[in-house]
């Protein structure tokens, strides 16, 4: 006998790839004729930026460029020194199934550097970052979760999912003119700069995503290149941008990544001297993911009152946004100064941020660290740079977990604030930003199929109505009513029934 079975489809959001691609930097860095010869270095630093990023086919390529950045002191010792070489790489991914509503994130992170100077002139550098990718598509899962027949009985229970409603990828540009101000000193050179991109109100409305936040520059200048005098300026720039989101609306829960891509800072006085004017140029990239909460029935047993039933099981996978969650927390930390002393800090950044999610029982833990980077004056006034390796850890509120739990997260550093503590320690205060996206997936043995052989009737008494049985405490009606083959319901109306439980020793009538 063949049974109809019900099933529902439920759109998802498949991560069709994810993979990294490490580009090495090997370079020999002969200094420019303008710059002085190197005494000692300060600090390197790598900044890849990327340019274009596509999928075609089933390839991912991605262009961009890297930028080296040497910092060092001439024979005076009196000014850091800058001296910077950018080169292209690009790379590709081979990425299977892709279709053409496919969105890609692609990412970049420093691995590891080193530097040494083989002459005055001369640098040898080797280091390497890596190209971090992932391919999120469309995608329809199919459940079941009925068996139509008069004669069957089945069991089931209600799993929860996040069904996909949007998934979204768009490109967009900052361009501002900035200006540092009269009192601040006309900037020569930008000796280091970070852009970080603070989302404050993401509000869907039908098919669009409405971002509002901050752009937060910071750059590090030359006001004079001979005696080394530096200047610092923060830029907090309104952000506010559309961002095409078909499917998303008021109602969904949305997953949104906004990456700063590559940007890039120029000068106004490389044409006017007087000038206390930048130029940003940024790249950014938005990838939404829209879901709406949904229950589906899943059968976990069934049989026949009147075959014999092959079932066939199949694990599924409930995949459901547990939460968003948005988080500050402030670290502190101390960083030393060496046998020179302190008597000027100059500038505070971090570098080099690595972070888990690991699932600590029902909830989601995130940690990690990064390398707090500071250049400072010594007390004979020379500059030094100094590094501090600081840990954090973050327990996001979401809902508690049953299934395994995952965190799709993005930590920022956008402030470190610092005192000088005393002639050998500096005391510092990170301001850390957390957005964690937590996903939890169920795995789940479910019926996918049943057959019955109707030449096989099951034997069962036809000559009474009812029959008697002594039930056990702890037994389970459904087990009892299949022995019987009659139902489950019908077992709990004739003993007037409400658990599915017998609570203790006791006699039970079964209808047949």
């Not at 900044?47 to 910092?71: E, F």
């Not at 100077?117 to 001369?122: I, T």
């Not at 008069?150 to 990828?169: M, N, P, V, Y």
């Not at 060496?338 to 989601?364: F, K």
């Amino acid at each position: 006998m063949e049974y109809t079975l019900k099933k529902e489809n439920c759109r998802t959001c498949e991560k069709i790839f994810e993979g990294a691609s490490e580009q090495p930097v090997d370079l020999e860095l002969s200094l420019p004729d303008y710059c002085p010869d190197v005494e000692r270095i300060l600090k390197c630093r790598i900044c890849p930026g990327i340019t274009s990023r596509n999928i075609a086919g089933d390839r991912l390529d991605v262009d961009g460029n890297v930028t080296v950045r040497l910092y060092y002191l001439d024979s005076k010792k009196q000014a850091v020194r800058f001296c910077e070489h950018t080169s292209p790489f690009s790379c590709s991914f081979t990425v299977k199934k892709a279709e053409a509503d496919s969105i890609c994130r692609v990412r970049l992170r420093n691995e590891y550097l080193n530097c040494r100077a083989v002459s005055p002139r001369k640098l040898d550098i080797h280091g390497a970052f890596s190209v971090l990718a992932s391919v999120y598509q469309n995608s329809s899962r199919q459940y079941c979760t009925a068996i139509e027949g008069s004669d069957i009985q089945q069991q089931q229970h209600t799993e929860k999912l996040s069904a996909l409603r949007c998934c979204a990828g768009q490109q967009f540009s900052i361009s501002e003119v900035l200006d540092i101000g009269k009192g601040k000193g006309t900037p020569e050179t930008i000796l280091r700069s970070e852009l970080f991109v603070l989302p404050e109100d993401c509000r869907a409305i039908e098919d669009k995503l409405m971002l509002k936040g901050e752009a937060v520059l910071k750059v590090l200048y030359l006001t004079d290149m001979d005696t080394g005098t530096q200047d610092t300026m923060t830029f907090h720039i309104p952000l506010s941008q559309i961002i095409d989101a078909h499917g998303i609306d008021e109602n969904t829960i949305n997953d949104i990544g906004i990456d700063v891509l590559s940007y890039d800072i120029s000068l106004k006085s490389e044409f006017d001297e007087s000038s206390t004017l930048l130029t940003l140029d940024a790249r950014l990239s938005a990838v939404v993911l829209g879901y709406d909460e949904q229950e589906i029935s899943v059968i976990d047993d069934a049989y026949s009152t009147d075959y014999n039933l092959e079932l066939g099981y199949k694990t599924d996978s409930f995949e459901r946004l547990a939460g968003i969650c948005r988080m500050t927390q402030s670290l502190v930390g101390t960083i030393g100064t060496g046998d020179n002393g302190i008597s000027q800090v100059l500038d505070v950044w971090c570098d080099n941020i690595s972070s888990i999610a690991d699932q600590d029982g029902s909830h989601i833990q995130i940690r990690g660290k990064f390398n707090c980077c500071m250049l400072a004056l010594d007390r004979d006034g020379t500059p030094f740079c100094a590094e501090k390796t600081m840990d954090f850890a973050f327990s996001p509120e979401s809902d508690e977990l049953t299934g395994k739990g995952t965190a799709r997260h993005e930590l920022t550093v956008p402030h470190i604030a610092f005192r000088i503590a005393d002639d050998n320690t500096v005391e510092l205060k990170a301001e850390t930003r957390l957005y964690a996206a937590i996903y939890e997936v169920r795995t789940v043995k479910c019926v996918h199929d049943v057959q019955a052989d109707e030449s096989k009737l099951r034997e069962k008494d036809r000559t009474a109505a009812l029959t008697i049985y002594y039930a056990d405490a702890g037994e389970n009606l459904w087990d009892i009513a299949r022995m019987y083959c009659t139902s489950v319901e019908a077992v709990r109306l004739e003993n007037n029934l409400t658990d599915d439980i017998i609570h203790a020793r006791s006699m039970v009538l079964i209808p047949m």
